[in-house]
């Protein structure tokens, strides 16, 4: 389900809006990435098999941006590919983030899983200075709950720390704490551990609490 940190719809302009996107510059941008497994808010989603994943991005300085990634999936639906939308800037010295992503699921047995925004999200997030809050919630609005995060870039560092909590109205909740190293642009190194759950009894067993670390490469492709 994407670095979803990166998900983001709002589409439609007035007029004027219209011409400055007519007239300024755009961006298409690709890369491959490899990790060490696959780590989704503090959930090992692949049994510890490393995943291959690559996207495919569109950015308007307008703040407009649509994408598309894929991967190798996980150990329970398989290949992933996800597609998303958003718009992104500031206003004033808080940056904000508003978006939507499906995530589809083609190898999947659920038939449920395949098909566009059957399993979605919309998204917003905020920022200022080093730290930023986003918030996560199904596009399906009978879905109870939500999921948030809180991040800290530290300052001087190459280090930033992430606080994830998932937020279900029948109580299967957990949090998680995941601190990362990033060696260089394209390395980077992190921990992830869940320190807090609220889960039915019969959930029992879901969650692998114990450590666990994520190596990742990411290679950019010049378009």
Not at 17 to 24: D, E
Not at 89 to 94: K, M
Not at 100 to 124: G, M, N, R, V, W
Request: proline residues 2%; aromatic residues 14%; negative net charge.
């Amino acid at each position: 389900m994407k670095k979803l940190s990166q998900v983001i719809a709002i589409t439609g302009a007035l007029t004027a809006g219209v011409a400055t996107v007519q007239t300024a510059q755009a961006e298409i941008s690709a890369s491959v990435d490899i990790a060490s497994m696959y780590l989704w808010r503090g959930v090992n989603l692949g049994d510890g098999t490393p995943v291959v994943s690559g996207s495919l991005d569109y950015s308007h300085e307008s703040g407009l941006y649509a994408g598309v990634w894929t991967s190798s999936g996980d150990t329970s639906y398989g290949t992933e590919t996800d597609f998303y939308v958003g718009f992104a800037g500031e206003a004033g010295s808080v940056g904000y983030d508003v978006g939507y992503a499906t995530y589809i699921y083609p190898d999947s047995s659920d038939p449920e899983l395949d098909k566009f925004d059957d399993s979605a999200e919309y998204h917003l997030g905020l920022s200022y200075d080093m730290a930023s809050l986003t918030l996560y919630k199904s596009s399906d609005f009978d879905v109870d709950g939500f999921y948030g995060v809180i991040g800290v870039d530290v300052p001087d560092t190459s280090f930033s720390v992430a606080l994830g909590s998932t937020f279900d109205m029948e109580s299967n909740n957990w949090t998680h704490l995941d601190v990362t190293y990033a060696f260089n642009d394209s390395v980077a190194f992190t921990v992830s551990k869940i320190v807090a759950e609220d889960l039915d009894k019969g959930e029992d067993g879901f969650l692998d609490k114990s450590a666990k670390y994520v190596v990742s490469y990411s290679l950019p492709i010049e378009m």
